[in-house]
């Protein structure tokens, strides 16, 4: 489990927790034996196995195809490791708790225990988790990469499921606003970080042609509805 | 907006961002701009802001003079002008004008670095300001412009201004703990 | 939330401390002169006067300044101020934090050091960036989120580092496993490179100090160190550092 050292820094012992599994770069200290290594998160698409980030294999266009997925490593050993990314705030989430079900951006993930079981999923399939995939076929798959292209956030997301911790991201802080059936919460899309449970979020536009060139500027919103949490940060900016 | 539960609409404020085609005008010709947003409907709606602080200031009646850039948002019943806020250093990025908001009601600022600090002004002590400190103002003040900086410099970092801003009178000055 | 809406006047205003409620400002008593980061002012009760350390010092100031000073490559950074009343001061949005030096000694980055009391004497350190605080007086770092203090035996993310004191200086440690690993080893034949595989080694009695975040504050004396360095270079020598911004760059996209 992790713990809050501050609201920008978690500390976690690798000889309680097992292995844990972090955005690379985010390692601040470390006392007692603790060994690093690069990590891959099953489900990543594209390349000969490669490391994503660090403008190894493909370009601008193979990172948005092969998801916006954050390079990462693995910490195993018997020290305490310190993580923090950037000064933005982190939060630090028991994945039973909240249905022992997450879906996360990479860029706004920290963190989780390696027990836990990761995948890139594309965000057009539903929120009961087939990894890979997604509905609706070539057309689908074009209009979500088309949306996904107009709110930044990308085809694929991470899907956390099972028994462990992880830490989020979120710039400003993060909070939570609970999602039922009959309450769906709309999320700026810049502003969204996590949802846990049975949430499923689809992009909505709040335009029609009567107000073009008259929306407040909120034009793109994303409806979460469902039973569970939707975590959100304190900023519009993309992480 | 970042997030919001329930019926709720969201609007451009139009020209003069909801103070009317005067204020539009004042504000196309004094290079201030209030570029605002009108929520209504039914529901409760998340704010916020590049993670900046958020300060929630009550109005009683009176003005408050504010960077416009600070200003997060306002209670509907408030009203908003351009003023005249004396002359700055032309070197200044910092226009003649300010924006004052007047009224009974709630207003929302933005505060970089921070929350806010409020510092109290009277004939006893006047206070001295770095301009990029500062945020907003009210009461019965005065201000002028201090150009004996010796703490900035042409070179190094925040070489903008080349002022500060001295106030007077009685009131409270609110200044955020960075530069803009 | 009440002491957010506190106001402020010159009398209950702290001495020599944040102001409650918000560890990004700090307010200065000021009845002796104090050396501060240039642009760190942000408001003042009072009458006071801040004087470059660069040109214009005179009598006792450039005594002062000349007995406690040794840090020509930061000189251009710093300021004097004096005078008396009470002063706001703020770097950036950083956690600013004061720490009580006695007869003691610590060695910070020179870009976290945002205020000192002359009491100390200000050495440059021979760890590019660093500088280094001697003896009994009050100093404020700022940092980008809160410091956490650590004892030895510690390894530390380089951007991490604020400074160390009491204990030896840290030697680099390099995560052999890390080396030798085929994956690793392709890894750094791409320039995969990142704190994981080089840190900083503490050992010893002392105590680390590490801000909260890798992002280092903008460090304009280790560019001005590099830069300084760079004259007496060869051709293939400033051909391969010219390779190594560009694919420092790159990983910044």
């Given amino acids: 489990m992790f713990t809050a050292v501050n609201s920008k820094v978690v500390s976690v012992n690798l000889a309680h927790s097992g292995p844990v599994v972090a955005r690379r770069g985010a390692m601040l200290f470390y006392t007692g034996q603790v060994h690093f290594q690069p990590h891959q998160v099953p489900g990543m698409g594209g390349g000969a196995g490669g490391f994503g980030g660090g403008g190894g294999f493909g370009g601008m266009a193979g990172r948005m195809l092969s998801g916006e997925h954050e390079a990462t490593m693995i910490a195993q050993g018997s020290g305490v490791v310190h993580y923090g990314f950037r000064g933005i705030e982190a939060l630090v989430v028991d994945l039973g708790s909240v249905g022992g079900q997450m879906r996360v951006e990479a860029s706004r993930l920290l963190a989780y225990t390696a027990g836990v079981q990761a995948s890139v999923v594309s965000v057009a399939s539903g929120a009961g988790g087939q990894p890979g995939g997604g509905g609706g076929g070539l057309f689908g798959a074009l209009r979500n990469a088309a949306s996904g292209a107009m709110t930044g956030q990308g085809m694929f997301t991470t899907q956390l499921m099972g028994a462990g911790s992880a830490v989020l991201l979120g710039h400003g802080g993060i909070f939570e606003l609970p999602v039922n059936p009959n309450r769906p919460v709309f999320v700026d899309p810049q502003a969204f970080v996590a949802s846990a449970g049975q949430v499923s979020s689809t992009l909505k536009s709040a335009m029609s042609w009567r107000n073009v060139g008259r929306g407040g500027g909120e034009s793109m919103q994303l409806e979460c509805t469902g039973q569970g949490v939707v975590y959100v940060q304190a900023s519009e900016q993309k992480l | ?180 | 939330m009440s002491v957010y809406n506190t106001v402020w006047n010159p009398h209950t205003l702290p001495a020599d401390d944040n102001i409650e409620g918000n560890q990004y400002a700090f307010s200065i008593d000021l009845n002796q002169p104090w050396f501060m980061s240039k642009g760190a002012m942000i408001a003042y009760y009072g009458q006071m006067r801040f004087t470059s350390l660069q040109h214009g010092l005179q009598g006792h100031l450039l005594q002062m300044v000349a007995e406690k000073f040794s840090a020509p490559l930061h000189l251009v950074d710093f300021i004097v101020a004096e005078g008396q009343g009470k002063l706001v001061i703020g770097d950036r949005g950083y956690d600013i934090n004061a720490y009580d030096l006695d007869d003691g000694n610590l060695t910070i980055r020179a870009a976290n050091l945002l205020a000192f009391q002359p009491t100390l004497s200000l050495n440059q350190s021979i760890v590019p960036g660093f500088v280094t605080l001697i003896g009994t007086g009050k100093f404020l770092a700022s940092s980008n989120g809160p410091v956490m203090f650590v004892e030895p035996p510690v390894r530390v993310d380089p951007e991490a580092l604020v400074g160390w004191a009491d204990c030896p200086s840290p030697s680099h440690h390099y995560d052999e496993a890390w080396v030798n690993d085929f994956i690793a080893a392709a890894g750094r034949r791409m320039g995969v490179n990142s704190g994981e595989e080089r840190q900083f080694d503490f050992t010893g009695a002392g105590t680390v100090l590490v801000q909260s975040s890798e992002k280092v504050i903008n460090d304009s004396s280790i560019i001005r160190s590099i830069q300084g360095q760079l004259p007496g270079l060869s051709v293939p020598g400033l051909q391969q550092i010219n390779a190594q911004i560009s694919q420092q760059l790159g990983q910044h996209q």
């Avoid at chain 2, 329930?6 to 404020?13: D, N, P």
């Avoid at chain 2, 998340?46 to 009683?60: G, Q, T």
């Avoid at chain 2, 509907?76 to 226009?95: C, D």
């Fill in chain 2, 1 to 180: 907006m970042v997030a919001y539960e329930g019926q709720v609409t969201f609007k451009s404020a139009g020209f003069g961002g909801g103070a009317g085609v005067v204020a539009g005008l004042k504000q196309k010709a004094t290079g201030e701009s209030l570029s605002l947003m009108e929520c209504t409907g039914q529901g409760v709606v998340y704010f916020a802001h590049d993670a900046a602080e958020v300060s929630i200031l009550d109005l009683n009646g009176e003005a408050l003079q504010v960077e416009s850039e600070q200003l997060m948002l306002l209670a509907g019943n408030l009203s908003t002008n351009v003023t005249f806020a004396g002359v700055r250093g032309a070197s200044s990025g910092q226009g003649l004008f300010t924006t004052t908001v007047s009224g009974h009601g709630q207003v929302a600022l933005l505060s970089r670095g921070g929350p806010l600090i409020h510092l109290e002004v009277s004939p006893q002590y006047p206070l001295v300001v770095d301009p990029d400190a500062f945020v907003c103002a009210r009461g019965q003040l005065t201000q002028s412009f201090d150009t004996d900086v010796s703490w900035r410099t042409m070179v190094g970092q925040g070489s903008g201004e080349a002022f500060s801003l001295r106030w007077a009178g009685t009131g409270v000055v609110s200044i955020q703990p960075a530069e803009r």
